[in-house]
Nanobody, 118 residues
Framework: VQLQASGGGLVQAGGSLRLSCAASGRTFSRYYKGWFRQAPGKEREFVAAISGTGGITYYTDSVKGRFTISRDNAKNTVYLQMNSLKPEDTAVYYC????????????WGQGTQVTVSS
């Protein structure tokens, strides 16, 4: 199983990025998918999660109203649309799949860097 994250980059504050994470090797249509991030010197933190059908989403408070998680099970891909980005959103973003709940996952992607300049 591989999770390939992409879409990171350098953006000015107030800008937008869309992260994608394509899974291969198995399907996860019945399981949660999520996004986490880790800033320099900090522990990895939960960002967002989406249920298998896409009907339930969760967000950490700091991104509510700015980030949107979605998934396309036909493409075995999960997305994170990030708007109104802030410098404090700078981190390596990791996708995760195979989750039985919004926090615990069996598979992780390699991470994609998001840098927001002020």
């Amino acid at each position: 199983v591989q999770l390939q994250a992409s879409g990171g980059g350098l953006v000015q504050a107030g800008g937008s990025l869309r992260l994608s994470c394509a899974a291969s090797g198995r399907t996860f249509s019945r399981y949660y998918k999520g996004w986490f991030r880790q800033a320099p010197g900090k522990e990895r933190e939960f960002v967002a999660a989406i249920s298998g059908t896409g009907g339930i989403t969760y967000y950490t408070d700091s991104v509510k109203g700015r980030f949107t998680i979605s998934r396309d099970n036909a493409k075995n891909t999960v997305y994170l649309q990030m708007n109104s980005l802030k410098p404090e959103d700078t981190a390596v973003y990791y996708c995760a799949a195979g989750g039985k709940n919004k926090y615990e996952y069996d598979y992780w992607g390699q991470g994609t860097q998001v840098t927001v300049s002020s």
